[in-house]
């Protein structure tokens, strides 16, 4: 299958998306991934990269376009992918979509995972971090460390990300809504889109999910 996820910041893209590719046994393919493997090898595209994002500038969309091409023409993704902050407008959209006609292939779905807004910023911006070990994540309500401000693991002090702030949330919210929303508009009328609710566990998510996209293609 050929996925692309959308969603919210604060929707759990990223966990879903390692489960799912790994339930239907096809490459995970993240923006983030894509920018750290070209920019780690040196490679044209990841300089062209670097020196945007060292100059505090956006990554220009030809490029990101570049490296997504590159990441799908790999062989461990002949038989499907699921695509993770890719595309990002519509422009890219429409630039995967002439990609994969080159090749004489389309998308199967896109996933919506819907979360209302209150929930995004309430899971963002309480989540808190260790000092010592970023890996450490706790929620002030969801998953509470012991002692508050204190790691369970290690003993670290845990703290806030200056990016996951209530007003910084909204901010990315706003950006998430003016420039990625359109896309799913835009495979609305493809007819591919296929909404679900990510409140809850996250293998019922992922459950969900999977029944989802097995009954539309059912």
Known sequence: MRIVLVGPPGAGKGTQAAY???NL????????DLFRANISQGTDLGKQARAFMDAGKLVPDEVTIGMAKDRM?????????LLDGFP????QAEALDAMLKDEGTKLDAVLDLEVPEDEVVKRIAGRRICRNDGSHVFHVTYNPPKAEGVCDVCGGELYQRDDDTEDTVRTRLEVYHSQTEPIIDYYRAQNLVVTISALGKVTDVTERAMEALKSDKG
């Open 88 to 91: 990002r407008n519509v422009g």
């Open 73 to 81: 023409s790999q062989p461990d993704a002949e038989n499907g992918f």
């Open 25 to 32: 046994s096809i490459p995970q393919i993240s923006t983030g």
């Open 20 to 22: 799912l590719a790994k």
